[in-house]
């Protein structure tokens, strides 16, 4: 069984598009932002300028008739195709050449897959970022829903990470993945009309020949509440292990879900172990109560620390990291914003100096704090108690 399939909650519907706001950023490439009016409808939606509708017919044969030999993943709600389609579609040049993609192909499993896919279309069609994937177009042809995404060579982060055989990812990857995946997420929070995207984990960072990481798989993203509102759904939806424990609790969906599941997937990255690994002993199994009480002492964090990196790595980093990953993963009050988590990962490429042996404190005045003021108490040497319970 695909392990991050198993809490897709079965039935479990997505909230209307129709209550997407009037306006969705688009970046532009320059710092800066254009705004696009919102589709409000289903052909609003399929009718954006920057997609393209492809026939059935054409991308099954742009996948070899979907052969076996094509496919390069399977999710909870399709499989996944490499294919070539011809330049011309996508404004190339010069014509006949090929470029490779990725096709989604949707189970037909009726309404559920529709919205999800319809949510897909939407935000990816008006989105424009170098961290979040890029979405050609889509086929909706009878029951036939497909989705033509550009082609990552590298595949998701969750294959390097988990896979048997997969060459190992060293410090410097892990750390450009995490800021990557963190800038995207950093841009759907920070946009004009915000964006939670809900399904933030490892299969679904998807990684450029460069180890540039992409957000992928919109389908359960929604726009975030206005004013001082939040959304509250009785149904929850998202990825077991990954999903923030007040939205599992209450089901109240904030920014903040995200940058619990963002920190999950930072341990994941410093441990080499799964958000959830039921092959391990109970208590091993989540990530997130297992590794806890190691992420603040120096000294214990080398025992959750990815054996595959062999101790290649600069101390310092990795317990600013730790620090950082347990700040997202702490109760939702307390945890930084996206654009924070994104200034600390930044400093991460810097330090390749140890530090002192002392552990760490985190106080509770100081997590209240902006996020420069709580990683300078973190690491200050004359601090050498224990880390309290928050
Ligand atoms: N654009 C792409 N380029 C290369 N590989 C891709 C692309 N999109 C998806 N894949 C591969 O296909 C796999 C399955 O993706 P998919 O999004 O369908 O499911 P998932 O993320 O693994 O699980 P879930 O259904 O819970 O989201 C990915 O993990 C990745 O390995
Ligand atoms: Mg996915």
Redesign the pocket.
């Known amino acids: 069984m ?1 392990p ?2 198993a809490a ?1 909650v079965p039935g479990a519907s997505i909230h209307s598009l129709g209550h997407l706001s009037r306006t969705v950023l688009v970046y532009s490439g320059e710092g800066k932002h254009v705004t696009l009016p919102a589709p409000r409808s289903e052909g609003d939606i399929l009718s954006s300028p920057h997609l393209k509708a492809f026939t059935f017919k054409y991308l099954k044969y742009a996948t070899r008739n979907f052969h076996p030999d094509s496919l ?9 195709y ?1 294919g070539r389609i011809d330049g011309q579609f996508l404004g190339a040049a010069r014509p006949g050449s090929g470029v490779m993609v ?1 096709v ?1 192909r949707l189970k037909a499993e009726g309404f559920q897959g529709h919205k999800e896919w319809l949510s897909e279309v939407n935000y990816l069609g008006q989105l424009h970022h170098p961290n979040l ?1 890029k979405l050609y177009g889509y086929c909706l042809d009878g029951d036939n829903r497909l989705l033509v ?5 590298k ?2 982060l ?2 390097h990470l988990f896979c048997r055989g997969a060459h190992p990812l060293s410090w410097a990857t892990r750390i450009k993945v995490a800021i990557g995946a963190a800038q995207g997420l950093t841009l759907l929070h920070d946009s004009k009309q915000q964006v939670i995207y809900r ?1 933030f ?1 490892a ?2 960072i ?1 990684l450029d020949s460069e180890f540039n990481a992409k957000l ?2 919109f ?1 359960l993203a929604k726009a975030g509440p206005t004013g001082d509102r939040s959304h509250v759904s009785t149904q929850v939806l998202g ?1 077991e292990g990954y999903a923030a424990p007040e939205y599992i609790a209450t089901g109240r969906l904030t920014t903040k879900c995200d940058v619990y599941s963002f920190g999950v997937v930072l341990l994941e990255l410093l441990s080499g172990r799964r958000a959830v690994d039921k092959t391990k002993p109970r208590e091993e199994q989540n990530l997130v109560e297992w590794s806890r009480p190691y992420l603040c002492d120096r000294r214990k964090l080398l025992r959750i620390m990815d054996t595959k990196l062999a101790g290649q790595y600069p101390k310092r980093a990795a317990y600013t990291a730790a620090n950082l990953a347990l700040q997202c993963t702490s109760e939702a009050k307390i945890r930084p914003q996206m654009s924070e988590v994104l200034s600390t990962l930044e400093l991460l490429p810097t330090m390749t100096h140890s530090i002192s042996s002392s552990p760490c404190r985190l106080e509770r005045k100081s997590i209240s704090s902006p996020m420069r003021d709580r990683l300078s108490i973190s690491y200050s040497p004359m601090i050498n108690s224990p880390l309290r319970d928050i």
């Open positions: 695909h991050v399939n897709k390069i993943g399977e999710g909870g709600f399709g499989n996944v490499i990725a989604k994937v995404y550009e082609y990552m060579p595949g998701s969750e294959k399904d984990k299969s679904n998807l992928s798989d389908g990825t």
